[in-house]
């Protein structure tokens, strides 16, 4: 009897020793993500981009606390995208046009949005397993509610290719053609204290006149909706719709206006640019 009350006891020293042991591996994973978060919001592209060079882990522990985080949110920012997507399809526009819609996801991290859209896509299926998944079309058959008929194109560009949907590449100077795409997103990924350079970037590559870009971001970054508004018009889009207020984002849809690459002036800039997320430890 002795001897099992003492075994029992034991095991639960056990336990509370490996709890222990969890919460500090947990805790010292959550400084690691803050103090990566902080170093991408306050350096430049330049300088994030040698950051991951140096130390290509640096990026999985950002994602690993960046997924921690969005657990917490009621919804993924990159899930809005997502649906906001298969509505830009049905759109007049773009749904009775024979050729895919061009999408980039700019800043994708883990891709979550071409993943989605290409999940169960029986064009995956029907382009053959051999060829490269970045090159694949979605082609929904259309018989789901959900499936748009119109095929997507995206491509998925980060600072490191997390997996085989992502591509390398900075997004304050991509190797894209001027013009040549219909849809740009940045969910969560307007990051570095150059990051008005991504807009102007985007401005460049989306299709004049008919080109849509995404955005959303962390509320507390943004110090005045109405002055960020300004800013991004100020490299030639038009605000498509009221921004809606996600509880920790905001999700802002803008279309690219006709008018030649342009850049607002320093004080618009200045009054625009988006502020640091500090996530706060649990
Ligand atoms: C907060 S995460 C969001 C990831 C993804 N868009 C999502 O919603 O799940 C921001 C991402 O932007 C990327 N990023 C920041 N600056 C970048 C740059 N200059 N070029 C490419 N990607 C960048 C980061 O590496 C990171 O993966």
Known sequence: ??????????????????????????????????MLNEELYRSSSEDNQTLFEKDPEAFAAYHQGFRAQVQRWDQHPAMMMVSKLKDICKMKIHRDKPEPLTVVDLGCGEALIAKEIYRDSPANQDQGDSLDVRQKQF???????????????IRSFDLVADNEYAEVGNIAALNLE???????IFSLSLMGN???LFIQ???????????????????????????????????????????RDMNYFVFFEF???????????EQTIAAGRLGICEYKPR
């Open 178 to 184: 001027s013009n040549s795409q219909d849809v740009a």
């Open 194 to 196: 150059d990051h008005p």
């Open 139 to 153: 082609k929904g058959k259309g018989k789901k509610k959900t499936q748009p008929k119109k095929p997507i194109v």
């Open 255 to 265: 279309k690219r206006t006709d008018a030649e690459d342009t850049v607002p002036d």
């Open 1 to 34: 009897m002795i001897q099992l009350v003492s075994l029992s006891s034991a095991l639960a020293g056990d336990t509370a020793m490996a709890k222990k042991r969890k919460s500090a591996k947990e805790r010292l994973m959550g400084a690691r993500f803050r």
């Open 201 to 243: 970037e985007a401005a460049r590559i989306l299709k004049k006149d008919t080109g849509i870009m995404l955005v959303s971001e962390v509320g507390s970054r943004i110090t005045s909706q109405k002055m960020f508004v300004k800013m991004v018009e100020g490299y030639g889009f038009k605000l498509d719709t009221t921004p």
